[in-house]
């Protein structure tokens, strides 16, 4: 999973490093790259909030005791109940294998990893454009069945607005002169994005040796 999370995030950190580069230095791709360039970094920024997400939920959380609570007396022994039949154990899903199985989905509908693994140099700017629609309209397809995605703020960029005091973290970036507490006002740059509910499917695994695989090779049989 860590090898994952430090793939994906190398992914956005390239992507985020082409939005720095000059357009002279991008040509003759330069038009199509900023085209493409804000669709994959917002979804490389979705790959790697899952692949985070993932890690944490297989992180069993561990309870603590307070040592300020008085130890129990112990109650006299009474006779213990017929054990009743345990219930069957769960089949054990394992977080990772989902990770891949949702890039499968970015796979199948926009074919994000062949776009992504592939090396675009030799492509004419429209055979890039295609395939950069082909992929927006696919992966977006995947974003909209399996997430809920919402603006974190409705207001046009540009807009003076008002972060409030008590503001989730992850919610605001707050850049530019930053003093005193909040509440601030600024201009928006970015509505940002969040995830109000996830309909992931559910990945049971037959296999635990290795992950499953993104896509499939295909063979034509003569």
């Known amino acids: 999973m860590r090898i994952l999370i430090i793939a994906v995030a190398f992914v956005l950190v390239v992507l985020s ?17 900023r085209a493409v360039l804000p669709k994959a970094m917002s979804l490389s920024a979705s790959v790697l909030f ?41 089949p054990a899903i ?23 693994m592939d090396d675009v140099t030799p492509y004419s700017d429209a055979q890039v454009g295609a395939a950069a629609r082909v992929l927006h309209q696919g992966c977006r397809a995947v974003l909209t069945e ?16 008002t972060v409030p005091a008590g503001f989730a973290a992850d919610e605001y970036r707050l850049v530019g002169r930053i003093g005193g507490e909040a509440p601030f006002s600024g ?16 990945l049971v695994r037959a296999d635990e040796a290795r992950l499953p695989a993104i896509a499939p090779a295909e063979i034509e049989l003569r």
């Open 187 to 202: 201009t928006l740059i970015h509505h940002g994005w969040r995830t109000e509910s996830v309909r992931l499917p559910r």
């Open 50 to 90: 899952l692949a985070l997400l993932a890690e944490r939920v297989r992180i069993a959380p561990v309870t603590v005791a307070s040592r300020a609570e008085p130890e129990p007396v112990p109650e006299p022994a009474q006779p213990l109940p017929a054990a009743a039949p345990l219930p069957p154990a769960a």
């Open 17 to 33: 490093t082409l939005g720095l580069v000059p357009d002279a230095l991008l040509a003759p791709y330069g038009e199509t790259i």
């Open 94 to 116: 394992n977080a990772e294998a989902e990770v891949v199985s949702f890039l499968a989905l970015l796979q199948d509908k926009g074919r994000l990893v062949d776009f992504l």
């Open 146 to 161: 399996h997430f809920s995605i919402r603006p974190v703020r409705d207001e046009a960029e540009g807009a003076r607005i």
